[in-house]
């Protein structure tokens, strides 16, 4: 695997901001160019929905960036054979990685990183809730943010799911927003497209299912880095089956986790 040696560019963004998550300090402005965007899809179970992502993210991301992007998968050896489409795809654009034995959003998304090699590195779902042709405007918005978040609750952004999802979701994303503050209104959102330096003073905790986003960002925050929030229409999955709410019973259980995961993150001791 080869490794970025040097920072690249990143292109200017000349459209409105939507809205900066509580932000303290001025972001370093950053008007050169990205040359590699890496974006990462974590899927278990995802064959309906992989082939149309992976093409969506491609149609819209390329002709903005100058050497390319790279998306890497990866998959927790799903027994719908995800993988074995993604492999069959042959594009050298596409990275596989076919986790055997191990199981875990969080960890899925942190191998992606370390596996990545693009100056910009983003995630997001792979089942078509999350719209790609928003990459573009996030990528650009990187000249002026650190961290940029498609945010189903801010200004002008809606989420279309069953009203139960939702009320959930708002729930949990008020109980974040009070704890953790820095006016996040999206916490959970698990649709980011950052600047690689970001890891040099950040570590995604590699455990659990998506409430290590919200510790993410709230240590990004609490590091002094910018994290800016992009609009977007959050609709329900039409293929496959959701892996956060198979059930009431695991529904509630996942909700109960990410309760637990805010506070943790609140208590936590940051270098
Ligand atoms: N590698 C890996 N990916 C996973 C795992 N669990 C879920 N995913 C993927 O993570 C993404 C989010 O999972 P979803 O089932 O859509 O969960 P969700 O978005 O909370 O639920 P919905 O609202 O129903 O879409 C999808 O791309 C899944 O395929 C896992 O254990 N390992
Ligand atoms: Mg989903």
Redesign the pocket.
């Known amino acids: 695997m080869t490794t970025a040696t040097e920072s690249p560019p990143l292109a200017p963004a000349d459209d409105a901001d939507a809205s900066s998550a509580g932000q303290a300090e001025s972001p370093t402005p950053d008007t050169r160019r990205p040359q590699l965007v890496s974006i990462i ?6 064959r309906e ?1 992989i082939c149309h992502t992976i093409i969506e993210i491609f149609k819209h991301v390329c002709p903005q960036i100058s050497d390319g992007v790279e998306i890497i998968v ?3 050896d ?1 027994p719908d054979e ?1 993988w074995k489409l993604v492999s069959q795809l042959e594009d050298p654009r596409v990275k596989l990685i076919r ?1 055997v034995s191990t ?3 969080a960890s ?1 998304f942190n191998r992606g990183i370390i596996e990545s090699r693009g100056d910009v590195v983003g995630w997001m ?3 078509m ?1 999350m719209p790609p042709h928003l990459l573009p405007d996030m990528i650009a918005k990187l000249r002026d943010h650190d961290v940029v978040v498609g945010s189903r609750y801010a200004a002008g952004a809606s989420d279309n ?1 069953h009203w139960l ?1 939702v009320l959930a979701s708002r729930c949990i994303n008020r109980f974040a927003g009070l704890v953790l503050g820095f006016g996040i209104k999206d916490y959970d959102s ?1 649709f980011v497209v950052l600047r690689r330096t970001v890891f040099d003073r950040v570590s995604l905790i590699p455990t659990g ?2 409430a290590y986003f919200m510790e993410f960002l709230y240590t990004c925050r609490r590091k002094g880095l910018t994290v800016h929030e992009v609009p977007y229409a959050f609709t ?2 039409t293929k ?6 198979p059930s009431l019973w695991r529904f509630c259980w ?1 909700g109960a986790g990410y309760v637990l995961r805010v506070l943790v993150a609140r208590l936590r001791r940051i270098d």
């Open positions: 899809l974590a899927t278990y179970n995802e929905n990866v998959d927790d799903s995800t986790r199981r875990g959003l899925a779902d792979a089942d809730c799911r999802r698990g299912y998506g329900d999955r496959g089956v959701s892996k956060s709410a996942t």
